[in-house]
């Protein structure tokens, strides 16, 4: 197995995502929720540190992203800015946060950025929050656009099935893409859609396009950490690859951990004092 290190150990921008796609390197992209974490994927030499609202369901155990809240989005935000020194951070911006006039998604966004320091905001959708986006763009902060799938209108879909299968859908895509890169997006994710459509979007865009369960014909690649380290289960979707089994990892060391305690191997009379 290669291990990947950084050539260049400057700051990640938006700027230098944008020449990444330019001379064909792929972008790497996890999420992180803590301090801790964060601090590992960065100085593994991540190239963007998502802050996402999946947070609501493996830190706090929803079942969907609906009811995290900003608040608690702006506390993981804060506590990963403070661990990166090279990836670009991304916060989302949570379900509600956007969607109910241009003013509060401004007045919300500012917020985010002036507490956590991130280096750029991620929304889901196009046409339909394209005038709160232009707006928050207006306002100088960055914004990643998010569509496909996306899980803060699952009760929309009701199902978390591919989209855009459909040739009416995968045009509606194509046209939102196109949109946010207009408005002035500097990337976007596309989750969860049949690799050829994604494969189109990557080139009719000069942003980077960001996959998720999208083929492996777009500019980069993200995941939901928890779920690479196989610290979650019981999810497992296609595009999903674990790279270690870190749920046995820790269960066992707990397990060691409990046996010393009963045994009373543990503290033994180096580990005191």
Known sequence: ???HTPEDARKV???RLCEMKQRGEKISMLTSYDYTMAEIVDKAGIDVILVGDSASNVVAGNVT???ITL???IYHGKSVVRAVKRALVVVDMPFGSYQTSDVEAVQNAIKVMKITHADALKL???VEIIDAVKKILAAGIPIMGHLGLMPQSINKYGTYTVRAKDDEEAEKLIADAKLLEEAGCFALVLEKIPAKLAERVAK???IPVIGIGAGGAVDGQVLVLHDMLGLTQGFTPRFLRRYADLNSVMTEAVQHYISD???CDFPNTQEQY
Do not use: A
Request: charged fraction near 25%; avoid cysteine.
């Open 1 to 3: 197995m290669s291990v």
């Open 13 to 15: 921008t938006t700027r």
């Open 65 to 67: 992203t609906l009811p």
């Open 71 to 73: 608040d608690q989005m």
């Open 124 to 126: 889901e959708g196009g």
């Open 204 to 206: 009719e865009l000069t």
């Open 261 to 263: 305690v009963k045994s």
